[in-house]
């Protein structure tokens, strides 16, 4: 066995090469691509690995390379940036493994000796740009959820995400679609547990004309609308026995009846489910069915909760703060070392969802640029001194004017205005799920002004 080990890190060709000497497979060893590809012409080797990252030729075209010479020599791509980007670009470049840096030598000599004996030559080979800048994460959970993304980038099997709530399944079933053959078409999500079954199963399939009271015309369902696309069922353990077995009949045979409906309709919808219950439990008690249970279970990924991946807390924390800043229109704020430290040791219940919460209201309610220890509500496993002490916001606009003024900066009212009523208006509407007319009530306005704002001050 031959492997060919392309990385410009002189330290990784030598404990590649040092490894693979151990286990008696022979190495060849190239500073850059380009070396690599020269040598192609005397030489074949049974594996290639090689860094994403080098000068001159990156490792994900001499993928492309190799594999329009030869679709059957195996490539393994390592990589210190393990993002979702380089991992689905390396599957649909044709990839057999993504190894994110660091990684456990034992494995990557296991992966080696598994690709010199199976190489696929079917993975898919089209592209799919774009990113999605809010799946972040290098531990190593986060680096599964990303391989399972790209190695399904060119299907378009049924999928279920589980894990706890907050942790991003249905930004999971976004990266799924976006890098899809179905990519192009819609993307429909829909939460089950939030409306009743007796709408749900209207919402889902549409409803004929005088289906029931209420009825004045004709419903196009999300299953209609995901059409070619796809459609996120989130909370599926909570549906009705009805409506699973309504949708066992669409996932076995790719039809269903609209609500008062005579004519069978047709459709062409990947579904993506996902959930924070264990079926396997609810289909021992019966309360799911086991046949929609594996029919949605085709393929699994498993989303892990933040506390079991804290080495992206920081990343994420930076990622928010900055997101949150230009949602508000403010300077992004930034966490002292010992903030900082205070949200990574946070076990974070609510998971991602309540670290965005946090760097949203940090960014409300910090006075100043830098985040201290202070600032930091205690629901958010800070002591919350300073916000008590500083919860005198008229206090805080006072410093905040005096400060401007004495900058030389005039007609304040210009600049603090737009910016209250911004902050206002999306505080009540994150309040109300979105809701503008109870909005509009919480804010003291009528829904037509809250609408007028809303466009004056660019928020939809």
Request: net charge negative; glycine share 10%.
């Amino acid at each position: 066995m031959q492997v060919w080990i392309a990385d410009d890190d002189q330290s990784i060709r030598w404990v590649l090469e040092q490894a693979c000497d151990h286990e008696g497979i022979g190495t060849r060893c190239f500073a850059d691509a380009t070396s690599l590809l020269g040598a192609l012409a005397d030489d074949r080797p049974d594996v290639v690995v090689t860094d994403i990252r080098m000068p001159g030729v990156d490792g994900l075209d001499l993928l492309h390379r190799l594999h329009g010479s030869d679709a059957t020599l195996p490539v393994i791509v390592i990589t210190a940036y393990s993002d979702l980007d380089s991992a689905v670009a390396a599957y649909q470049g044709g990839a057999f493994e993504y190894l994110p840096k660091p990684f456990d030598i034992d494995h990557a000599v296991d992966l080696i000796r598994r690709a010199a004996e199976q190489c696929d030559d079917e993975l898919p080979q089209s592209g799919v740009g774009g990113g999605f800048p809010g799946l972040i994460g290098r531990a190593p959970a986060m680096q599964e959820v990303f391989r399972s993304i790209g190695r399904l980038s060119g299907s378009s099997m049924t999928v279920l995400i589980t894990g706890e709530s907050g942790t991003g399944k249905e930004l999971v079933a976004q990266a799924l679609h976006q890098h899809s053959p179905r990519a192009a078409r819609p993307f429909v999500a829909l939460n089950t547990s939030a409306i009743t079954a007796e709408l749900l199963e209207s919402e889902l399939f549409g409803h004929e004309r005088g289906a029931f009271t209420g009825a004045d015309s004709r419903r196009i369902g999300r299953f209609e609308q995901a059409d070619g696309g796809t459609l996120f069922l989130d909370e599926i353990g909570d549906m009705s026995p009805a409506l699973q077995t309504r949708l066992l009949r669409v996932l076995a045979e790719g039809e269903f009846y609209r609500v008062g409906g005579q004519v069978p309709i047709r459709v062409d919808t990947r579904v993506l489910a996902a959930t924070n219950q264990h079926l396997p439990r609810k289909v021992e008690r019966g309360e799911f069915r086991e046949d929609l249970f594996h029919r949605l279970n085709v393929i699994h990924v498993e989303m892990p909760p933040l506390r079991k991946r804290r080495e992206d807390i920081p990343l994420l924390l930076d990622h928010y703060l900055r997101r949150a800043a230009a949602e508000i229109g403010v300077t992004q704020k930034q966490l002292d070392e010992t903030s900082r430290a205070k949200l990574c040791e946070f076990d974070w219940p609510g998971n991602v969802r309540q670290l965005v919460n946090a760097c949203r209201r940090l960014t409300l309610t910090a006075p100043g640029r830098e985040v201290q220890v202070g600032d930091i509500p205690a629901e958010f496993g800070g002591s919350g001194e300073r916000e008590l002490v500083d919860d005198n916001w008229p206090a805080q606009l006072a410093r905040w004017a005096d400060a401007e003024l004495s900058a030389g900066k005039s007609e304040l009212l210009k600049e603090a205005m737009p910016q209250l009523e911004r902050t206002l208006i999306r505080v009540a509407l994150d309040r109300v799920h979105g809701r503008r007319q109870e909005a509009a009530k919480l804010l003291g306005w009528g829904r037509n002004t809250l609408t007028r704002k809303i466009r004056e001050l660019g928020l939809d």
